[in-house]
């Protein structure tokens, strides 16, 4: 029987919730918040294309940059014709006022089927959306590399925009 008194007083010992002496613990609440934004769309302009205008080309080739205003130069053995309408693409961005976002662009190339020249793109590196809205231009550097056949050529590249 004394065997079974000292194995209980130590299960109840061992059972028993430890205590905490004053000052050895504290509790605090902390502080949560969350903010939903509006997500962020991006439109291509109705009509608006990156276009590298109208020229010719010799055997040895060049390039064609149009900068963001849309100003076309030719160099090497490319030349624009007169008239030729060069032009930067457009976009617009809409989501939550004043937040800035980032801009990225890829490369493409433009093909009339036969023949094939890649193109780089630039734009700016972000924007800001003042008012919840914001418009960008994207030009680019068309690669000819000489002896092209005639005609139209069509292409397309990718545009990302994130809030940063």
């Known amino acids: ?46 009509g608006a294309a990156l276009d590298f205008g109208t020229f010719t080309t010799g055997t040895n080739g060049g390039t064609v940059t149009v900068d963001l205003t849309g100003t076309g130069v030719a160099d090497n053995d490319v030349t624009l014709i007169g008239g030729s309408a060069e032009a930067a693409d457009l976009f ?46 994207v030009g680019g550097v068309l690669t000819v590399a000489g002896g092209e056949s005639a005609g139209e050529y069509n292409g397309t590249y990718d545009v990302t925009v994130s809030y940063n």
Do not use: C, W, Y
């Not at 919730?17 to 509790?27: E, I, R």
């Not at 190339?109 to 193109?119: H, I, K, L, P, R």
């Open 1 to 46: 029987m004394k065997k079974f008194a000292i194995l209980a007083a130590s299960a109840a010992v061992v059972s028993a919730p430890a205590m905490a002496a004053p000052g050895d613990s504290a509790t605090a609440q902390g502080a949560a918040t969350a903010e939903v934004v509006a997500p962020i769309t991006l439109t291509h302009k109705t």
């Open 92 to 137: 617009d961005v809409t989501g939550d006022a004043n937040r800035s976002f980032a801009i990225s662009t890829t490369a493409g190339s433009v093909t009339n089927g036969t023949d094939t020249m890649a193109f780089t793109t630039s734009a700016p590196a972000s924007g800001t959306l003042a008012s919840g809205t914001a418009t960008f231009a």
